[in-house]
T-cell receptor, first 114, second 108 residues
Framework: KAGVTQTPRYLIKTRGQQVTLSCSPI?????VSWYQQTPGQGLQFLFE???????NKGNFPGRFSGRQFSNSRSEMNVSTLELGDSALYLC?????????????FGPGTRLTVL | GIQVEQSPPDLILQEGANSTLRCNFS?????LQWFHQNPWGQLINLFY???GTKQNGRLSATTVATERYSLLYISSSQTTDSGVYFC??????????FGTGTRLTVIP
């Protein structure tokens, strides 16, 4: 079974631009979560989608948004990019979500904001 | 939110040595996972272990949920074990809270 895939793997943007990242979960998994990793803040939860609905959200500004499609693929968007948005963005999928499900991560998208 | 602390923050070992990494958490959890982050940033699943003990080759893990800690054991370490090890816990909602990691360096 194929793992979680993320595209693109690397991205360079300038301040003020917007960016869209994509995540395809493991086949059959319905929950997709997004995390941001920075050297200063570590790994932080952004949001979770399940059956095309945002089910849970972390403490990030409204510039960070996402969506999930009927095939469970998910996208996250960051508008009006800031230098501090430079980070590794990781997506994780789990079968159904909820407290009993193991999460599996994709390879990440490394975003650099200049 | 829940606090997750890992120790030690850094660990340097000679190849062949054994090590124990610790993860403490501040509240009851429904799930605990251990990950190894490779040099390219991907998180590799090691264990899904909300309680009890599991073993996978040279690695094993024990979670004592009632005392709010988990241990990851690495035996006969190899240079390929180098990297950052994270524990992450899950409470009611489906989001993982990560520790700050243990950076392991195994020297030949």
């Amino acid at each position: 079974k194929a793992g979680v895939t993320q595209t693109p793997r690397y991205l360079i943007k300038t301040r003020g631009q917007q960016v869209t990242l994509s995540c395809s979960p493991i086949s059959g998994h319905r929950s997709v979560s997004w995390y941001q990793q920075t050297p200063g803040q570590g790994l932080q939860f952004l949001f979770e989608y399940f059956s095309e609905t945002q089910r849970n959200k972390g403490n990030f500004p409204g510039r960070f948004s996402g969506r999930q499609f009927s095939n469970s693929r998910s996208e996250m968007n960051v508008s009006t990019l800031e230098l501090g948005d430079s980070a590794l963005y990781l997506c994780a999928s789990s079968f159904q979500g909820g407290s009993g499900n193991e999460q599996f991560f994709g390879p990440g998208t490394r975003l650099t904001v200049l | 939110g829940i606090q997750v602390e890992q120790s030690p923050p850094d660990l340097i070992l000679q190849e062949g040595a054994n090590s124990t990494l610790r993860c403490n958490f501040s509240d009851s959890v429904n799930n605990l996972q251990w990950f190894h982050q490779n040099p390219w940033g991907q998180l590799i699943n090691l264990f899904y272990i909300p309680s009890g003990t599991k073993q996978n080759g040279r690695l094993s893990a024990t979670t004592v949920a009632t005392e709010r800690y988990s241990l990851l054991y690495i035996s006969s370490s190899q240079t390929t074990d180098s990297g950052v090890y994270f524990c992450a816990v899950l409470t009611g909602a489906n989001n993982l809270f990560f520790g700050t990691g243990t950076r392991l360096t195994v020297i030949p």
